[in-house]
Each structure stands twice: as C-alpha cells, then as structure tokens.
C-alpha cells in the first residue's frame, strides 16, 4: 500500500509562502482541495523556520486548510 503525503503547502512555494505570510486563504484553500480531490491521503504543512509568530501562524494555517479538507494533517 503507498500512502500519498502531500508536501505542497509550504513556506517555499512562490504562491503559497506569501499567501501564508499575508495570512490569505484563497490559494491555500485552492491547494489544499485541490491535492484532497487528486487523492492525497495526509497534507504535510510547513511554515519554515518561523520562530517570531510561528505558533499564531501553524493555527491559522490548520484552521484554514480544515475549512475545506478533512485529510490528516502532518
């Protein structure tokens, strides 16, 4: 059995790092259904190395990918 992780929704990513930092959910939302639709089983987030708000920013994230995807999160 493979297990599909997805590890687009990333700090990296040159759509989603400044939807993050700009705290907009369109394009992590759109992401995010669209990886759950193309049969991910986990979405792995990464904030990068956020030491000064990376708390407030991990659960904005979670909360924003939840509205539109019931997969596990990573």
């Given amino acids: 059995m493979v297990i599909c992780v997805a590890e687009n929704i990333n700090i990296m990513s040159k759509t989603i790092g400044p939807a993050m930092k700009e705290k907009n959910p369109k394009p992590i939302q759109d992401l995010a259904r669209t990886l759950t639709e193309n049969g991910a089983d986990y979405l792995d987030l990464n904030i ?18 939840q509205e539109v995807s019931d997969l596990p999160l990573s």
Avoid: H, I, S
């Fill in 48 to 65: 990068g190395p956020a030491r000064k708000g990376g708390d407030e920013m991990m659960e904005w994230l979670v909360k924003t990918v």
